[in-house]
């Protein structure tokens, strides 16, 4: 049953936690998540309340900014929901989504096991594409001291999440990720929004090479 309470509650927690934060992973980006994973969950008949809970959640702790620690996650979002004294069966569910979301690798499986989790898998993808993507890999890039690109280093089609972890440039990242998920959404609505959010990305990596060769004149 939705409870309004919670999800209030929880919107506040995230923002106090992710406000501010400068690597793409901030409030602002947890706040488009969910707007999308309703949106989406909506169309596909999804529930709205666990969607909207895991789209709160899913960031509020990521292994990227904690050692590598891929429990951190699910952990912190357990602790933050038994506080609130939410029923076992939807923290089971919520922490398993947030378990489960990251993409792992252009040939690692990423599946989801449910209808809510495959929304709000979505609906992060698809902020990580269009101009929006765009700007967040740039971000992420600075953030990590990471290059913006690099021609020396060639990009890897990456076949383990050891592998995929390891350091890489912003352009690197468009060829080991982003090009590659308007063909891993779950659902049909969430594809139609990666369709357009792909084309974005294609034209912007064409011009950002032809004007790195001098020839865009
Ligand atoms: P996921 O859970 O799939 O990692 P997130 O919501 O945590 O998704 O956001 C991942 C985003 O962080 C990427 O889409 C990209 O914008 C940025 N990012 C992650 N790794 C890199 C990288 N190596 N280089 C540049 N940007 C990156
Ligand atoms: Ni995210």
New binding site residues.
């Given amino acids: 049953m939705y409870d309004q309470e919670i999800i209030q509650k929880t919107e506040g927690y995230a923002k106090s936690v992710l406000q501010g934060e400068s690597s793409?992973?901030d409030w602002w980006?947890i706040c488009r998540v969910r707007n999308l994973a309703v949106h989406i969950g909506r169309e596909e008949k999804a529930d709205l309340y666990v969607v909207e809970l895991t789209a709160l959640l899913h960031?509020i702790a990521?292994y990227?900014f904690h050692n590598g620690d891929e429990s951190i996650g699910p952990k912190t979002a357990r602790a933050w929901l038994e506080k609130q004294k939410a029923g076992e069966e939807l923290i089971l569910h919520v922490c398993e989504i947030i378990k489960d979301?990251?993409?792992k690798g252009a040939k690692v499986e990423t599946p989801m096991r449910t209808l809510e989790g495959k929304v709000v898998q979505d609906a992060?993808?698809l902020?990580?594409i269009g101009a929006i993507?765009i700007s967040?890999?740039f971000a992420?890039?600075g953030a990590k001291g990471?290059e913006i690109h690099n021609p020396d280093i060639p990009f890897k089609i990456n076949s383990s999440f050891e592998q995929y972890k390891q350091k890489?440039t912003?352009i690197n990242?468009f060829h080991e990720?982003?090009l590659l998920l308007k063909d891993r959404m779950n659902t049909e609505t969430a594809k139609k929004i990666a369709e357009k959010r792909h084309k974005i990305i294609e034209e912007y990596l064409k011009h950002f090479l032809l004007e790195w060769d001098g020839i865009d004149y």
């Fill in positions: 793409g992973h980006h960031d990521d990227k979301i990251s993409f992060d993808r902020d990580a993507g967040r890999v992420y890039a990471n890489s912003a990242h990720k982003l």
